[in-house]
């Protein structure tokens, strides 16, 4: 349902984002990454089971990217070359396999922390506190329980574009 809001609001102003989708929730969740390519969003691999990957070994780290993978390829859309590590630890063995399967690691230069369940108030004036030019903005479409994500897009998206920032997606940034 979050995920629909939050297209709802990229779709209002606009925007196009990159979503970094979890293979079990692709498989659980056919029809939200549906939506989310029909509405011209891009795809980035963000593990099976949100795993932290300095934890596994290489074989159980491939695993994690090559399920999402097929997750992906079985819903028909193509393999991503974004790939962001759960909770943005990674290490050197992550970085050679993810050279060798071509993927570029993404991470984040402002997380809202919208997952500690945030106000949405907090959540904008933390993002425009510090907002410059390039930045990449951490949200979660998927959180248990309260998501406030949509209602600070619904604020913040409006306010970016009035001060002059032009919102696009990994690959076109």
């Known amino acids: ?9 990229l779709k209002k102003y606009n925007v196009k984002s990159t ?3 979890v293979g ?23 593990t099976y089971s949100h795993s932290v990957l ?7 780290i491939k695993k994690e990217i090559i399920d999402t993978e097929d997750a992906l390829n079985e819903a028909n859309v193509l393999t991503p070359k974004l790939l962001r590590p759960p909770c943005g630890l990674y290490d050197n063995k992550l970085l050679e396999i993810a050279k060798s399967k071509d993927y570029k690691i993404v991470l984040w230069t402002i997380d809202t922390k919208d997952w500690e369940h945030r106000p949405a108030d907090e959540i904008v004036n933390k993002v425009l506190g510090s907002i410059k030019s390039g930045d990449i903005i951490l949200f979660h479409d ?4 309260v998501n406030n994500t949509p209602r600070a897009l619904e604020i913040l998206i409006p306010k970016l574009q009035e001060m002059g920032f032009n919102i696009v997606s990994v690959i076109l940034s």
């Open 142 to 145: 998927y959180i248990s329980g």
């Open 1 to 9: 349902k979050n995920t629909k809001r939050i297209l709802d609001v």
């Open 24 to 46: 079990v929730n692709v498989k659980n969740y056919p029809s939200a990454l549906n939506q989310i390519v029909e509405n011209g969003h891009e795809i980035g691999n963000h």
């Open 19 to 21: 979503f970094f989708v």
């Open 54 to 60: 300095k934890a596994l070994s290489s074989e159980k």
